[in-house]
């Protein structure tokens, strides 16, 4: 989604024990959620709250969820074959579904229905290029509606950035560069490859809401020392 006024970036890190202790909630156990599809899930929640109290209303949101089908179609391909292979899952959730123990169950479907379906269509050729093309288009569709909130999520999770090493020694602090973009979240790890390092972008009157909620900074801190003990 193109910037709309002044756009902040933030960094946040959720340590594995605040990732566990939100995934083993009774109301999520049961659903052994991803590192991502929980962090997500909070993200987005708290995003929502900060821009239903700016704006005044409610308004509807789509989570757009970029997804790399390399290893998700049937069979997966290979892990040496070059080029990237991500389409766009979009994930959409009323004004009833924000809570976080709501948000949780939802993103896994959507992700699930999401991946059963291209996984194994786009083995066929002639069902590849259509269902690409078709969900450009929703995507194009969603874009282009003003009462709709997208966030676009990318993950980076368990990419290898902490083994590479270039003659210099492993990294002691690798991660994405902030993309000035509203409304856009990147996550990777953390150096011990269990927690979770995430840049928000948001407009400038949701930073400080968001960036100073309550829920927000009892699992994660803002900003701490890449060389810290995350």
């Given amino acids: 989604m193109p910037p709309s006024g002044k756009c902040l970036t933030r960094r946040l890190v ?22 991502f599809e929980t962090i997500a ?14 704006s005044g209303s409610t308004r509807l949101c789509t989570v757009n969820i970029i997804v790399n089908l ?3 179609m049937t069979p997966p391909l290979s892990e040496n074959q070059v080029g990237n292979f991500a389409i766009h899952n979009l994930v959409n959730v009323s004004a009833c579904e924000t809570d976080l123990y709501r948000l949780v169950p939802l993103l896994k479907d959507g992700m699930a229905k999401f991946c059963e379906k291209f996984g194994h269509q786009l083995h066929l050729a002639d069902e590849r290029s259509s269902e690409i093309y078709n969900s450009y288009k929703e995507l194009e569709q969603v874009l282009g509606n003003e009462n709709t909130e997208m966030l676009l999520f990318s993950s980076w ?15 002691v602090w690798a991660s994405v560069f902030p993309n000035p973009t509203r409304n856009c979240i990147f996550m990777c790890d953390t150096r011990d490859g269990k927690g979770i390092e995430a840049w928000v972008s948001l407009d400038d009157p949701n930073t400080d809401i968001f960036e100073n909620d309550p829920e927000l900074l009892s699992f994660a801190s803002t900003n701490p020392c890449p060389l810290g003990t995350f």
């Fill in 70 to 72: 390399r290893t998700k």
């Fill in 14 to 35: 959720v340590n594995v024990s605040n990732i566990d202790a939100l995934r083993n909630n009774n109301a999520l156990r049961v659903l052994h959620p991803t590192r």
């Fill in 41 to 54: 899930a909070l993200i987005c929640k708290i995003i929502l709250v900060a821009s239903t109290t700016t």
């Fill in 157 to 171: 999770c368990r990419f290898p950035f902490y083994s590479m090493d270039f003659g210099f020694g492993k990294p």
